[in-house]
Protein backbone atom coordinates (compact mmCIF):
# COMPACT_ATOMS: atom_id res chain seq x y z
CA UNK A 1 0.00 0.00 0.00
CA UNK A 2 1.46 3.69 -0.81
CA UNK A 3 2.49 6.25 1.28
CA UNK A 4 0.72 8.87 0.56
CA UNK A 5 3.11 12.18 0.77
CA UNK A 6 2.10 16.14 0.68
CA UNK A 7 4.77 18.23 -0.30
CA UNK A 8 3.61 21.73 1.11
CA UNK A 9 4.46 25.12 2.10
CA UNK A 10 2.45 27.92 1.65
CA UNK A 11 6.10 29.92 0.28
CA UNK A 12 6.31 29.63 -2.88
CA UNK A 13 9.76 29.08 -4.45
CA UNK A 14 11.13 27.39 -1.87
CA UNK A 15 11.63 24.06 -3.84
CA UNK A 16 8.21 22.05 -3.50
CA UNK A 17 8.33 21.21 -6.67
CA UNK A 18 11.92 20.49 -7.22
CA UNK A 19 11.91 17.98 -4.60
CA UNK A 20 8.88 16.28 -5.93
CA UNK A 21 10.39 15.77 -9.51
CA UNK A 22 13.93 14.75 -7.84
CA UNK A 23 12.40 12.46 -5.00
CA UNK A 24 10.24 10.81 -7.06
CA UNK A 25 13.23 9.77 -9.36
CA UNK A 26 15.15 8.75 -7.26
CA UNK A 27 12.84 6.60 -5.08
CA UNK A 28 12.27 4.88 -8.53
CA UNK A 29 16.10 4.61 -9.01
CA UNK A 30 15.88 2.84 -5.57
CA UNK A 31 13.33 0.60 -7.48
CA UNK A 32 9.99 1.91 -6.24
CA UNK A 33 7.25 2.34 -7.87
CA UNK A 34 5.98 6.48 -7.78
CA UNK A 35 2.99 8.08 -8.74
CA UNK A 36 3.45 12.20 -8.70
CA UNK A 37 0.57 14.03 -8.55
CA UNK A 38 0.42 18.12 -9.87
CA UNK A 39 -1.61 19.59 -7.85
CA UNK A 40 -0.59 23.35 -9.25
CA UNK A 41 -2.58 25.07 -11.73
CA UNK A 42 1.37 26.55 -12.67
CA UNK A 43 1.52 22.69 -13.77
CA UNK A 44 5.34 22.86 -12.86
CA UNK A 45 6.04 19.57 -12.04
CA UNK A 46 4.19 18.64 -15.13
CA UNK A 47 6.15 20.41 -17.58
CA UNK A 48 9.40 19.59 -15.03
CA UNK A 49 8.47 16.08 -15.66
CA UNK A 50 8.77 16.27 -19.57
CA UNK A 51 5.07 16.55 -20.20
CA UNK A 52 3.47 19.23 -22.04
CA UNK A 53 0.61 20.98 -20.16
CA UNK A 54 -0.94 22.77 -23.06
CA UNK A 55 -1.81 19.87 -24.91
CA UNK A 56 -3.28 17.50 -22.26
CA UNK A 57 -6.83 15.33 -23.36
CA UNK A 58 -7.03 15.00 -19.30
CA UNK A 59 -5.71 16.90 -15.72
CA UNK A 60 -5.64 16.30 -12.67
CA UNK A 61 -8.85 18.90 -12.71
CA UNK A 62 -10.88 16.41 -14.63
CA UNK A 63 -10.01 13.81 -11.83
CA UNK A 64 -11.17 16.00 -9.12
CA UNK A 65 -14.44 17.51 -10.57
CA UNK A 66 -15.01 13.07 -11.42
CA UNK A 67 -14.99 13.39 -15.32
CA UNK A 68 -12.61 11.42 -15.98
CA UNK A 69 -10.87 8.22 -14.33
CA UNK A 70 -7.72 9.22 -12.49
CA UNK A 71 -6.13 6.19 -14.52
CA UNK A 72 -7.03 7.67 -17.86
CA UNK A 73 -5.69 11.24 -16.93
CA UNK A 74 -2.04 9.35 -16.18
CA UNK A 75 0.98 9.67 -18.04
CA UNK A 76 4.77 8.37 -17.82
CA UNK A 77 7.11 10.62 -17.21
CA UNK A 78 10.07 9.11 -19.76
CA UNK A 79 13.36 9.97 -18.02
CA UNK A 80 11.75 10.27 -15.03
CA UNK A 81 10.70 6.41 -14.64
CA UNK A 82 6.94 7.56 -12.84
CA UNK A 83 3.87 8.09 -13.41
CA UNK A 84 2.28 11.48 -13.43
CA UNK A 85 -0.80 12.69 -13.00
CA UNK A 86 -0.35 16.51 -14.81
CA UNK A 87 -1.55 19.95 -14.14
CA UNK A 88 -2.68 22.81 -15.88
CA UNK A 89 -4.20 26.01 -15.64
CA UNK A 90 -7.59 24.54 -15.63
CA UNK A 91 -6.43 23.55 -11.84
CA UNK A 92 -7.42 27.46 -11.40
CA UNK A 93 -11.17 26.78 -12.01
CA UNK A 94 -11.25 23.61 -9.32
CA UNK A 95 -10.97 25.66 -6.24
CA UNK A 96 -14.51 27.56 -7.36
CA UNK A 97 -16.04 24.19 -8.34
CA UNK A 98 -14.77 22.26 -5.37
CA UNK A 99 -16.69 24.69 -3.04
CA UNK A 100 -20.00 24.43 -4.63
CA UNK A 101 -19.41 20.21 -4.45
CA UNK A 102 -20.61 18.30 -1.80
CA UNK A 103 -17.40 16.01 -0.07
CA UNK A 104 -14.99 18.51 -1.40
CA UNK A 105 -12.44 18.15 0.79
CA UNK A 106 -12.33 14.13 0.09
CA UNK A 107 -12.17 14.50 -3.52
CA UNK A 108 -8.11 13.11 -4.04
CA UNK A 109 -8.59 10.49 -1.19
CA UNK A 110 -11.62 8.81 -2.70
CA UNK A 111 -9.87 9.23 -5.94
CA UNK A 112 -6.67 7.55 -5.11
CA UNK A 113 -8.53 4.84 -3.33
CA UNK A 114 -8.74 1.99 -5.77
CA UNK A 115 -4.85 2.52 -6.88
CA UNK A 116 -3.16 3.22 -3.62
CA UNK A 117 -1.92 -0.61 -3.81
CA UNK A 118 -0.28 -0.33 -7.02
CA UNK A 119 2.41 1.84 -5.74
CA UNK A 120 5.17 2.26 -3.19
CA UNK A 121 5.03 5.86 -2.70
CA UNK A 122 2.50 8.48 -3.76
CA UNK A 123 3.70 12.16 -3.60
CA UNK A 124 2.03 15.40 -4.46
CA UNK A 125 3.17 18.66 -5.23
CA UNK A 126 0.93 21.32 -3.42
CA UNK A 127 0.24 24.95 -4.56
CA UNK A 128 1.58 27.78 -2.29
CA UNK A 129 -1.48 28.49 -0.39
CA UNK A 130 -3.60 26.46 1.84
CA UNK A 131 -6.32 26.53 -0.82
CA UNK A 132 -8.93 23.88 -1.11
CA UNK A 133 -6.29 22.06 -3.27
CA UNK A 134 -3.82 21.97 -0.24
CA UNK A 135 -6.60 20.85 1.89
CA UNK A 136 -7.42 17.81 -0.48
CA UNK A 137 -3.77 17.05 -0.50
CA UNK A 138 -3.84 16.95 3.28
CA UNK A 139 -7.13 14.69 3.87
CA UNK A 140 -5.42 12.64 0.88
CA UNK A 141 -1.92 12.21 2.77
CA UNK A 142 -0.20 10.09 5.78
CA UNK A 143 1.77 12.46 6.26
CA UNK A 144 3.49 16.17 4.97
CA UNK A 145 6.91 16.80 4.13
CA UNK A 146 7.80 20.25 4.30
CA UNK A 147 10.71 21.87 2.15
CA UNK A 148 11.99 25.17 3.61
CA UNK A 149 15.01 27.47 2.84
CA UNK A 150 17.10 28.69 5.84
CA UNK A 151 16.57 32.13 6.12
CA UNK A 152 14.61 34.75 8.69
CA UNK A 153 11.48 34.40 8.00
CA UNK A 154 11.58 30.63 7.94
CA UNK A 155 10.96 29.55 11.48
CA UNK A 156 8.01 31.96 11.84
CA UNK A 157 6.31 30.81 9.13
CA UNK A 158 7.21 27.45 9.81
CA UNK A 159 5.12 27.49 12.82
CA UNK A 160 1.97 28.87 10.89
CA UNK A 161 2.48 26.10 8.72
CA UNK A 162 2.67 23.46 11.46
CA UNK A 163 -0.03 25.03 13.01
CA UNK A 164 -2.54 24.95 10.22
CA UNK A 165 -1.69 21.69 9.34
CA UNK A 166 -2.48 20.18 12.56
CA UNK A 167 -5.98 22.01 12.94
CA UNK A 168 -6.89 21.17 9.32
CA UNK A 169 -5.44 16.65 10.22
CA UNK A 170 -7.58 17.45 13.66
CA UNK A 171 -10.89 18.21 11.63
CA UNK A 172 -10.50 16.07 8.90
CA UNK A 173 -7.42 13.44 8.96
CA UNK A 174 -6.35 12.48 12.26
CA UNK A 175 -3.48 9.99 11.26
CA UNK A 176 -2.03 13.16 9.17
CA UNK A 177 1.96 13.26 10.31
CA UNK A 178 4.57 16.12 10.05
CA UNK A 179 6.66 13.69 7.79
CA UNK A 180 9.58 15.43 7.49
CA UNK A 181 11.27 19.18 7.26
CA UNK A 182 13.90 19.69 4.01
CA UNK A 183 16.34 22.21 3.96
CA UNK A 184 16.74 23.19 0.55
CA UNK A 185 18.86 25.46 -1.38
CA UNK A 186 21.19 25.33 1.59
CA UNK A 187 24.44 27.11 1.66
CA UNK A 188 26.45 26.73 4.59
CA UNK A 189 28.70 29.46 3.62
CA UNK A 190 25.90 32.08 5.10
CA UNK A 191 26.08 32.06 8.67
CA UNK A 192 22.19 33.15 9.12
CA UNK A 193 21.77 29.74 7.13
CA UNK A 194 24.15 27.78 10.12
CA UNK A 195 21.94 30.00 12.66
CA UNK A 196 18.35 28.93 11.47
CA UNK A 197 19.58 25.50 10.66
CA UNK A 198 20.70 25.42 14.45
CA UNK A 199 17.29 26.15 15.40
CA UNK A 200 15.85 23.68 13.05
CA UNK A 201 17.55 21.11 14.97
CA UNK A 202 16.92 21.97 18.42
CA UNK A 203 13.29 22.36 18.10
CA UNK A 204 12.34 19.63 15.33
CA UNK A 205 15.11 16.78 16.09
CA UNK A 206 12.96 14.53 15.30
CA UNK A 207 11.21 15.67 12.26
CA UNK A 208 14.36 17.44 10.20
CA UNK A 209 15.70 15.28 7.91
CA UNK A 210 19.76 15.06 8.04
CA UNK A 211 20.24 15.31 4.33
CA UNK A 212 20.00 18.98 3.27
CA UNK A 213 20.04 20.04 -0.41
CA UNK A 214 22.25 22.06 -1.53
CA UNK A 215 22.25 25.18 -3.70
CA UNK A 216 23.18 23.87 -7.14
CA UNK A 217 22.59 25.17 -10.97
CA UNK A 218 22.16 21.71 -11.98
CA UNK A 219 18.74 21.51 -10.40
CA UNK A 220 17.79 24.71 -11.54
CA UNK A 221 18.33 23.58 -15.06
CA UNK A 222 16.89 20.02 -15.33
CA UNK A 223 13.35 20.82 -15.41
CA UNK A 224 13.72 22.81 -18.79
CA UNK A 225 14.91 19.52 -20.29
CA UNK A 226 12.17 18.01 -18.74
CA UNK A 227 14.21 16.04 -16.53
CA UNK A 228 15.02 15.03 -13.33
CA UNK A 229 18.56 16.10 -12.09
CA UNK A 230 19.30 12.00 -11.91
CA UNK A 231 19.21 11.97 -15.73
CA UNK A 232 20.58 15.26 -16.51
CA UNK A 233 23.35 15.31 -14.61
CA UNK A 234 23.59 12.28 -12.56
CA UNK A 235 27.14 13.26 -10.59
CA UNK A 236 25.84 16.14 -9.87
CA UNK A 237 25.82 17.39 -6.16
CA UNK A 238 21.90 18.24 -6.25
CA UNK A 239 20.96 14.76 -8.15
CA UNK A 240 23.54 13.15 -5.21
CA UNK A 241 21.46 15.48 -2.16
CA UNK A 242 18.15 13.57 -3.43
CA UNK A 243 19.38 10.22 -3.99
CA UNK A 244 20.43 10.38 -0.09
CA UNK A 245 17.18 11.86 0.83
CA UNK A 246 15.24 9.07 -0.91
CA UNK A 247 17.66 7.00 1.23
CA UNK A 248 16.49 8.63 4.23
CA UNK A 249 13.22 8.24 3.74
CA UNK A 250 12.86 4.89 3.46
CA UNK A 251 15.09 4.28 5.83
CA UNK A 252 12.98 6.57 8.09
CA UNK A 253 9.97 4.47 6.75
CA UNK A 254 11.31 1.08 7.62
CA UNK A 255 12.58 2.27 11.49
CA UNK A 256 9.16 4.12 12.03
CA UNK A 257 7.03 0.67 10.80
CA UNK A 258 9.80 -1.24 13.40
CA UNK A 259 8.51 0.57 16.06
CA UNK A 260 4.95 0.43 15.24
CA UNK A 261 5.07 -3.18 15.35
CA UNK A 262 7.10 -3.32 18.85
N1 LIG B 1 18.50 23.27 -4.54
C1 LIG B 1 18.32 24.18 -5.51
N2 LIG B 1 19.39 24.80 -6.07
C2 LIG B 1 19.21 25.74 -7.04
N3 LIG B 1 18.02 26.11 -7.50
C3 LIG B 1 16.91 25.54 -6.97
C4 LIG B 1 17.01 24.54 -5.96
N4 LIG B 1 15.75 24.14 -5.63
C5 LIG B 1 14.92 24.85 -6.41
N5 LIG B 1 15.60 25.69 -7.22
C6 LIG B 1 15.03 26.66 -8.17
O1 LIG B 1 14.31 27.63 -7.41
C7 LIG B 1 13.08 27.96 -8.03
C8 LIG B 1 11.91 27.60 -7.11
O2 LIG B 1 11.90 26.19 -6.90
P1 LIG B 1 10.57 25.35 -6.99
O3 LIG B 1 10.91 23.92 -6.76
O4 LIG B 1 9.82 25.66 -8.24
O5 LIG B 1 9.78 25.93 -5.72
P2 LIG B 1 8.22 25.85 -5.35
O6 LIG B 1 7.63 24.67 -6.03
O7 LIG B 1 8.21 25.75 -3.85
O8 LIG B 1 7.62 27.15 -5.81
C9 LIG B 1 13.07 27.19 -9.33
O9 LIG B 1 13.53 28.03 -10.36
C10 LIG B 1 14.02 26.04 -9.11
O10 LIG B 1 14.63 25.60 -10.30
MG1 LIG C 1 5.97 24.57 -7.32
Known amino acids: M?????IANQKGGVGKTTTCINLAASLVATKRHVLLIDLDPQGNAT??????????EHSIYDVLIGDCNLVDAM???EHGGYQLLPANRDLTAAEVTLLEMQTKE???RNALAPIRENYDYILIDCPPALSMLTINALVAADG???PMQCEYYALEGLSDLVNSIQRI???????????????????????LTNDVSAQLKEHFPETLYQTVIPRNVRLAEAPSFGMPALVYDKQSRGALAYLALAG??????RANRHTANV
Do not use: C, H, W
Not at 2 to 6: C, E, L, P, R
Not at 48 to 53: C, H, I, L, R, T
Not at 248 to 253: A, G, I, K, N, S
Open 248 to 253: ELVRRQ
Open 47 to 56: TGSGVDKLTL
Open 2 to 6: AKVFA
Open 144 to 146: VII
Open 75 to 77: QFS
Open 106 to 108: NRL
Open 169 to 191: GKLLNPSLKIEGLLRTMYDPRIS
